[in-house]
């Protein structure tokens, strides 16, 4: 986590010289402990979004057109890494806005051909394979 800590750390400050940042920053993350850590992180220097229901995985969640045009406005957008967010490889979003939290591990990422089933809460079972990292770093 000090990792991801100093890339969000290091992205907003890029991000607040740039100008007009007197204003509060947009953040949207694709989960919530990266919701977590960039509010702790920014302060009052940005709005975290973190939009998904609270009651679907993250991982599997699919963001409505209205949803993925406010991560499309967004001054920057906090990826996990290991395609956790599985739709962000479908949509338009501007690869300048993109932070992957795990890059600097990405070499480190298994990919794996089967994986245990499980769930998430009350959500149906599933397994994670083929681990990889399309986000950009």
């Not at 963001?63 to 967010?85: E, F, H, K, S």
């Not at 998430?120 to 990292?133: K, M, P, V």
Request: glycine share 8%; with cysteine; aromatic share 10%.
């Amino acid at each position: 986590m000090k990792n991801t800590a100093r890339i969000i750390g290091l992205c907003l400050c890029l991000v607040s010289m740039a100008p007009g940042a007197a204003e509060r920053l947009t953040v949207y993350t694709v989960n919530y402990p990266l919701q977590y850590f960039a509010e702790r992180i920014a302060g009052d220097h940005a709005e975290v979004v973190f939009p998904a229901p609270a009651d679907i995985d993250p991982a599997f969640w699919k963001p409505d057109a209205a949803t993925i045009g406010a991560y499309q406005r967004a001054d920057m957008v906090l990826l996990n890494g290991a395609d956790y967010a599985k739709w962000v490889g479908q949509v338009s979003l501007s690869r300048r806005r993109l932070v992957n939290t795990s890059s600097a591990f990405a070499e480190q990422l298994i990919r794996t051909e089967t994986g245990i089933a499980h769930s998430h809460g009350a959500g149906d079972q599933h397994a994670h394979t083929n681990y990889g990292d399309s986000y950009p770093n």
